[in-house]
């Protein structure tokens, strides 16, 4: 089984999933940890039952994103100078993980 972009709700101590390879990303509900749904990139060969979405194409995990965060700016931490941020540009970059 290939690796999969995936949402997961974070271990109860706050920890990232056995299943997930690279995580952390687009997070959702950011500030209350036993609840917060990240996304990332599972592990090769890893039991998905434990995932909250599974996404088959980046189309849909724009859709998912765009439920709780939309375009707007951000602050580049290193200019730190304010930025456009695109919920498709950064999706594409999560979807990038897989090659």
Do not use: Q
């Given at each position: 089984?290939?690796?999969?972009?995936?949402?997961?709700?974070?271990?109860?101590?706050?920890?990232?999933?056995?299943?997930?390879?690279?995580?952390?990303?687009l997070a959702k509900d950011a500030n209350d940890t036993p609840n917060m749904v990240c996304m990332g990139v599972s592990k090769d060969g890893a039991d998905l039952s434990g995932v909250v979405t599974e996404f088959a194409d980046e189309a849909s995990a724009v859709t998912?994103?765009?439920?709780?965060?939309?375009?707007?700016?951000?602050?580049?931490?290193?200019?730190?100078?304010?930025?456009?941020?695109?919920?498709?540009d950064a999706v594409a970059d999560l979807f990038a993980k897989l090659a």
């Amino acid at each position: 089984m290939a690796k999969k972009i995936i949402s997961y709700k974070l271990n109860e101590d706050g920890t990232i999933p056995d299943f997930v390879g690279d995580g952390g990303y687009l997070a959702k509900d950011a500030n209350d940890t036993p609840n917060m749904v990240c996304m990332g990139v599972s592990k090769d060969g890893a039991d998905l039952s434990g995932v909250v979405t599974e996404f088959a194409d980046e189309a849909s995990a724009v859709t998912y994103v765009e439920t709780y965060l939309s375009d707007s700016t951000t602050i580049d931490p290193v200019t730190n100078e304010e930025r456009v941020f695109v919920v498709a540009d950064a999706v594409a970059d999560l979807f990038a993980k897989l090659a």
